[in-house]
């Protein structure tokens, strides 16, 4: 026979927020006005230039531009340029509390709470997903080493900066076992060469697994919004209570490029 005694309510510090992700490893820029409503920029980095070898100076020493020339040159006429439009729209992430049982103001210190821990996670998916509906170049399938060196070759050449690679967390992990992927020594990770690493949440794990490269990953953050729910009557005469909603806007901004390849792990290379 057993006795079933009441337990007592103790109060336990909450764990620490996994930083993994867009939201650990992205630029994250505080919003400003109206920036929530969608945000553009212009960058250079992704700018091309050109080679000139049939050089000649003018007599103040000066170079000649070959488009004042009658006869076009070896290296054809200079090709000029325009500054690549980044632009972003927004997007929000949320959770509640459903809990009858505390104080309201409780249940919205609670929906704040779990907001912090689930909001990584839906940042992850979203970008995740607009990486795939905005690719411009896919490589195939490949290993995951070949992965990473296809991607240095193709960042060195459309992007002026350090590229951003992004893969899932156990493929960053497999990489890692590889010694693909380094930490950077700033929290973060990052290949040999310096091109940033982002492990982001993975909702259909797997062997096969989608893998990104792109420009500068930054992401305009709005504040957390608390409101209430009001209390709703259904049409079949149930009533929901009201609840405590949180919020937050995200705004994501990449710059240049979306490169895809479709990964694996590939066991068989041994990490040498």
Not at 172 to 186: H, I, M, P, T
Not at 222 to 230: A, I, K, T
Request: charged share 20%; net charge negative.
């Amino acid at each position: 026979m057993s006795i079933q005694a009441a337990k007592k309510y103790i109060e336990i510090p909450a764990p620490v927020v996994n930083q993994n992700g867009y939201l650990g490893h992205a630029n994250i820029i505080p919003a400003g006005d109206h920036d929530l409503l969608g945000a553009e920029y212009v960058t250079n980095a992704c700018a091309e230039g050109g080679l000139w070898t049939e050089l000649c100076y003018s007599v103040d020493q000066q170079l000649c531009d070959p488009q004042t020339t009658p006869i076009p040159p070896v290296d054809g006429y200079k090709e000029f340029g325009k500054p690549e439009l980044v632009e972003g729209e927004p997007f929000a992430v949320y959770d509640g509390n459903d809990c009858g049982l505390v104080a309201l103001e409780d249940a919205m210190a609670g929906a704040e709470e779990r907001l912090s821990f689930s909001e990584g996670r839906q940042v992850d998916e979203y970008i995740s997903g607009w990486l795939e509906a905005n690719t411009d170049q896919d490589l195939g399938e490949l290993s995951i080493r070949e992965t990473i060196m296809v991607m240095e070759d193709v960042a060195s050449v459309l992007y002026g900066s350090y590229g951003v690679i992004h893969m899932h967390r156990s493929m960053a992990a497999c990489a890692r076992s590889q010694k693909l992927v380094f930490e950077d020594g700033a929290g973060g990770y990052e290949t040999f060469l310096g091109t940033k690493v982002i492990p982001v949440a993975n909702n259909t794990p797997g062997g096969i697994q989608d893998v990104y490269l792109t420009g500068r990953v930054s992401l305009i953050q709005g504040d957390v919004l608390s409101q209430v729910v009001p209390e709703v009557n259904r049409p079949d005469g149930t009533c929901d209570p009201q609840r405590a909603l949180a919020e937050r806007i995200y705004v994501p901004l990449v710059e240049c490029m979306v490169v895809h390849a479709t990964a694996t792990c590939d066991p068989t290379i041994p990490a040498t």
